[in-house]
């Protein structure tokens, strides 16, 4: 059956709905080169607007997932979890969640991704370590897998191929921050990793894509129930992204950061919140174990090395260096370390991820364009945090750049993403809700 792009670009524009046959069309034709681009970025702008129903997203999502392979993992004979963030600034979570998870005897086939407007992916942080590699074929990766538990590579194009291509598209075309478009690019994608439970870290706050509190449980409740349509346990847990998590933003910097959390160190709430993910990706796979239960041994496993151990396993296993996990020294380090001081005593009242976020993005630990390199050196390490009290003169920030320029102009976006006050803020939790 042919239909014609323009009158279905129309029905949904003027908030009609499409039937499954013609969203599996849009989706194949697409696939095929026979939709341009700029056809498809006016659809999915319709969608912005007017959204999908839930049989539209089930048929919109299924198009995406066979778009490519379905992994069988069933050599693997542990539960199989993943972990997903909706996206954030300074969340390095799934480095220590992985190799946390899997000392407790559950496989984590994880496949992440670069780093999206202001947000920051796991690929990017972890092509930090020398060596290693996030490009495995699909065989090395389940290698890997039973190897190690857990393995830890950028998406192929065997997997849900289209959700690359549309996310590229949606990241160029202002369409990214739609419930219905995120919840079908991370559903189609990790239910084709071929896992039986999935745990989604849905970020709220000013570097979320949510912003909105009531949104981001919107949000959540879409991919919890679309996930368990398409036959994998799911939940999701709320958390904040008001400011960075833990203290540093830019890929080398953070990988430091999770190795000391992987060492029993490090920022509280990068703890926290990888302790709270952790135990949902636990008792999801083993649906007896009480959360409780689950938390003290996964702190003891911080606590012990034994997360770490196994996270050096990995490292080595894809090709880096394992020693970066006793010397994060070995990671890359900018030339240039400059402070910047607070301008006032008082309380840190605001320091804006998003703002943070776009900075960091300037500096060079993102991209401006799909084809830019990232550089894995610079970013920001950040001394005071919303609500801390500092005094005039004390570090705020260190910025780690390639030149005193790009230093500069990173000082001067977080004078803009700081704000001071004589009381402390409101306090935000940093684990808002679960879901369902
Ligand atoms: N993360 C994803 O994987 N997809 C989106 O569309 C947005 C965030």
New binding site residues.
């Given amino acids: 059956m042919n239909y014609s792009m323009p009158e279905l670009i129309s029905t949904k524009r003027d908030g009609g709905v499409l039937a499954p046959e013609e969203l599996e069309w849009i989706i194949a034709e697409y696939t095929a080169d026979r939709i341009p681009d700029y056809q498809l970025s006016a659809f999915l702008m319709a969608i912005i607007f007017q959204g999908l129903n839930g049989d539209e997203l089930s048929a919109w999502t299924d198009a995406m997932l066979h778009s490519g392979d379905v992994l069988d993992l069933s050599s693997t004979s542990m539960p199989k979890v993943d972990k997903?963030s909706?996206?954030g600034v300074g969340d390095k979570i799934s480095i220590p969640l992985a190799p946390l998870v899997t000392a407790c005897g559950v496989a984590i086939p994880m496949m992440s991704?670069r780093g999206?407007g202001h947000t920051g992916g796991t690929v990017d942080k972890l092509e930090s370590i020398p060596g290693f590699r996030t490009d495995l074929e699909l065989d090395e990766f389940q290698d890997v897998l039973a190897d190690v538990g857990c393995a830890m590579i950028r998406q192929t194009p065997a997997i849900a191929p289209l959700d690359g291509r549309l996310?590229a598209l949606?990241d160029v075309t202002a369409t990214?921050p739609s419930i219905p478009?995120?919840s079908a690019?991370?559903v189609s994608?990790k239910v084709a990793e071929g896992i039986e439970a999935l745990v989604l870290d849905v970020k709220y706050g000013s570097g979320a894509?949510m912003r909105d509190p009531d949104r981001a449980v919107l949000l959540a409740e879409t991919l919890v129930d679309l996930a368990e349509s398409e036959g994998v346990r799911a939940s999701a847990l709320l958390t904040s992204m008001e400011q960075p998590l833990g203290c540093t933003v830019g890929n080398a910097l953070e990988v430091r950061e999770a190795v000391d959390c992987l060492r029993g160190e490090g920022p509280a709430d990068l703890r926290e919140v990888t302790l709270a993910l952790a135990a949902e990706c636990v008792v999801a796979a083993v649906p007896d174990a009480t959360t409780a239960e689950v938390c003290s041994g996964l702190e003891a496993m911080l606590d012990d090395g034994r997360a770490l151990a196994r996270f050096a396993h990995l490292v080595e296993r894809q090709g880096g260096d394992p020693d970066v996990t006793a010397r994060t020294d070995l990671l890359p380090e900018a030339p240039l370390r400059v402070t910047w001081e607070s301008p006032a005593d008082g309380f840190v009242t605001r320091a804006d991820a998003y703002e943070i976020g776009v900075a960091a993005v300037e500096l060079g630990a993102g991209r401006r364009r799909i084809e830019d390199e990232v550089d894995p050196a610079v970013g920001v390490e950040l001394f005071a945090r919303r609500g801390m009290s500092v005094q005039r003169g004390e570090p705020v920030a260190e910025v780690h750049a390639r030149t005193e320029g790009a230093a500069q102009a990173m000082i001067l976006r977080l004078q803009a993403a700081y704000e001071f006050g004589e009381a402390p803020p409101e306090e935000l939790p940093l684990v808002l809700r679960r879901v369902p």
Wanted: no cysteine; charged share 15%.
């Fill in positions: 997903h909706t996206g991704g999206l996310y949606r990214v478009l995120i690019s991370i994608k894509f």
